[in-house]
């Protein structure tokens, strides 16, 4: 096993870790930003220069426009409810199952570590992404979900062209985008923070409406 | 000419447009001209020509060049049909990004790839649901579709991979094969909101605008099935393997959402949500081809998604004109609106032609194809009967419509041009004048021309290969 890539793999699932249990809301986004940034990472052989360069811009993106979404003093997110230390455990056993069914029945192209990692991204992504009631934590959720099946894919298929990069990394930019734009729409609606709306939103289609007066 | 341009303009036009958004009507202009420019560029493709982008192949179909020219030409009636009817400001700019993903998504020969770009485009039409003084709710209708893409991207990601290897020297097989397939077809159904994964797909109808409900649920997902459509043909028919369980499992999801989401789009009191859950009955036709796993599939496959784009979005534009005309969404309140809206009366009786179609439709005839894939005798006779269901829906639509209505009608409230002398106001406000007393009109004349359209589309006009 390639030592350095063991010592990224750890990394990606350490700011997976934070990124699902932390409260505070930049805690969990300098997580995130460790995990699309290692998860490149995370290839044998190495991606070539242009698509790490562009994975790199991509991460650093999703993670900027996240980070002025939470603008603020003290902003909180709801954060794991079962705790870092068990969303580590769930982590660590995924990734065994991971390494331990690498190639899902084929021969596979790309390291055992990715698989794993892969894995364990893809378990700690399940609880924000199932029971999460908060905006920016199921954002987070499906960035570690994303992460998670792009390094699986990476795991059986091998190291991604370059191309495939750059359409990667366009990919994670819009997904922290979307979620930075939803995230701060819920959060300038009055007090809640990031929390989802219980309310189904009035549409203003019955009789007696106003005509439609300009673009909404 | 590669679709390349196609998407390189629909892109920087949906950027720039979005860039000045604080600007209105000089970003709507932008996005218009923009989506002139890709009914041009889309016809001025040419199929069979191959571009390679460092590792990648963009290749150029002829049928590529039919669903992007079709996709162009109703976002750009959406588009048009939202500025008259009231819309999302940035709806016409994200239309544009939806376009250049789906150009770049059908164009792309690795399935790998083309799967990412199809993720990326539906993650564009999440901003369609951030409703003003509701930014809670509608933000809450938005992760649950952000949700709903990226777990479906998810699948689409893992399964491509999967297959998209060497694999001679299988140690599971095909109990890996069918998860494999499952895996895409699941991507699919997700995407459209099929049954069982249909609840935030209604949830949209609650928060984004009729016109820009097809961009959302109908164009972005059809490139999506498009890709599937293609991986099955190519990864998945040539193998001998048995996916009886898988298929049993997908078949069961299409028919569910064909029968059901009809049904329910009939019991719906709402406009938006009969377009909503008609485009999910649909949709299960999609679904349903994605079971059978010949190679004659892909065909009336193709041809369906083609009509499926234009017939749902003939509607959408129907569902608009009505509501700019009378003022209401709810199919209760639309007692006499055949009488007063002759316009919008015509497109709704050929939108119905072109959805349930008849034999030598084309539309019909591929509808027909698939099922008799899918099912034998007689399951595809009953499952045939079964997609005629959108005539229920249809047929209430439409005996509320000729039924006298319930209030007297106001002189001068009618369909036709109202045009106002200019005199001394000045072009600028004669112009807003004129759009304003027009909004009507024109969104029944946007209806009016993509039914034109969707019958022709059914008829076989544009009839994939």
Redesign the interface.
């Known amino acids: 096993m390639n030592p350095a890539l063991a010592g990224v793999a750890l990394a990606v699932v350490i700011g997976a870790v934070v990124a699902a249990s932390a409260h505070r809301a930049r805690t969990a986004i300098l997580g995130l930003i460790v995990t699309f940034v290692g998860a490149a990472a995370v290839a044998d052989p190495p991606a070539e220069a242009?698509g790490l360069a562009a994975r790199l811009v991509g991460a650093l993106l999703a993670g900027y426009l996240l980070w002025i979404a939470t603008r603020g003093h003290n902003v909180r997110t709801a954060g794991s409810r079962v705790g870092w230390p068990t969303e580590a455990f769930v982590a660590a056993a995924a990734a065994v199952v991971g390494y331990g069914s690498h190639?899902?029945?084929?021969?596979?192209?790309g390291p055992a570590l990715a698989s794993a990692v892969g894995f364990a991204l893809?378990a700690v992504a399940v609880l924000p992404?199932v029971t999460g009631r908060d905006?920016l934590r199921?954002?987070l959720g499906?960035a570690l979900?994303?992460s998670?099946?792009?390094l699986?894919?990476t795991g059986?298929?091998?190291t991604?062209?370059?191309?495939?990069e750059?359409?990667?990394a366009?990919?994670i930019a819009?997904?922290g985008g979307?979620?930075a734009?939803?995230?701060s729409?819920?959060q300038?609606?009055?007090p809640?923070g990031f929390?989802?709306?219980e309310?189904?939103?009035?549409?203003p289609?019955?009789?007696?409406?106003?005509?439609?007066?300009?673009?909404? | 000419m590669t679709a390349l341009p196609f998407v390189i303009v629909a892109g920087l036009a949906a950027a720039f447009a979005l860039a000045i958004r604080s600007r209105p009507p000089t970003s709507a202009v932008v996005a218009l001209l923009g989506l002139v420019a890709c009914v041009g560029l889309a016809f001025a493709i040419q199929p069979g020509q191959v571009s390679t982008l460092n590792g990648g192949g963009l290749a150029t179909t002829d049928y590529q060049q039919r669903f992007l020219i079709l996709a162009s030409l109703v976002s750009l009636g959406l588009a048009i049909a939202g500025l008259a009817a009231g819309t999302r400001r940035d709806a016409p700019a994200v239309s544009l990004a939806v376009l250049a993903a789906v150009g770049l998504t059908i164009g792309l020969v690795d399935p790998r790839a083309a799967v990412l770009v199809a993720t990326t485009g539906g993650l564009f039409v999440v901003i369609l649901t951030l409703v003003p003084g509701g930014a809670r709710a509608g933000a809450t209708v938005g992760i649950r579709e952000a949700r709903a893409v990226v777990v479906a991207g998810g699948l689409a990601i893992a399964a491509a991979a999967w297959i998209g290897r060497d694999l001679r020297e299988l140690d599971a097989q095909p109990v890996v094969f069918g998860l494999a397939y499952l895996a895409m077809a699941t991507a699919v159904a997700m995407r459209f909101g099929a049954i069982p994964f249909h609840l935030w797909a209604a949830r949209l109808a609650d928060v984004v605008p009729e016109t820009a409900l097809p961009i959302v649920t109908v164009i972005a997902p059809a490139a999506l099935a498009v890709v599937a459509l293609g991986w099955i043909d190519v990864m998945v028919v040539p193998r001998p393997v048995d996916l009886g369980i898988e298929r049993l499992l997908v078949i069961a999801v299409a028919l569910v959402t064909i029968v059901l989401a009809a049904v329910a789009a009939f019991v719906q009191d709402d406009l938006e949500h009969v377009l909503g859950y008609a485009i999910v009955s649909d949709a299960g036709v999609i679904v349903l081809a994605l079971a059978v796993l010949e190679p004659t599939a892909g065909a009336p496959a193709r041809t369906w998604i083609l009509a499926f784009i234009v017939g749902r979005s003939a509607f959408a534009a129907w569902a608009a004109g009505i509501r700019t005309g009378l003022w209401t969404g709810r199919v209760a309140d639309l007692r006499g609106w055949v009488r007063r809206s002759p316009i919008l009366a015509a497109a709704f009786v050929v939108i119905a032609v072109a959805g349930v179609g008849f034999p030598g439709l084309a539309a019909y005839d591929a509808r027909r194809t698939l099922v008799d894939l899918a099912l034998d005798p007689p399951f595809s006779t009953i499952v045939l009967i079964a997609t005629l269901a959108p005539i229920a829906y249809y047929a209430r639509l439409f005996v509320i419509g000729v039924a006298p209505p319930d209030q007297i009608l106001e002189a001068g409230s009618g369909w036709g041009p109202q045009f106002q002398p200019m005199g001394g106001t000045g072009l600028r406000r004669w112009l807003a004048t004129n759009w304003a007393h027009n909004r009507g009109f024109t969104t029944a004349i946007v209806a009016a021309a993509l039914a034109v359209l969707a019958i022709l589309t059914s008829a076989g006009l544009f009839e994939g290969r």
Do not use: K
Request: glycine share 14%; no cysteine; hydrophobic share 55%.
């Open positions: 242009l190639g899902l029945g084929a021969p596979a192209a893809a992404v905006i199921v954002g499906l979900l994303l998670g099946a792009l699986v894919r059986i298929g091998g991604p062209d370059a191309f495939e750059v359409l990667t366009i990919l819009t997904l979307a979620v734009v939803l995230a729409a819920a300038s609606d009055g809640g929390e989802m709306s309310a189904t939103p009035h549409r289609s019955h009789a007696g409406e106003a005509p439609p007066a300009r673009a909404r």
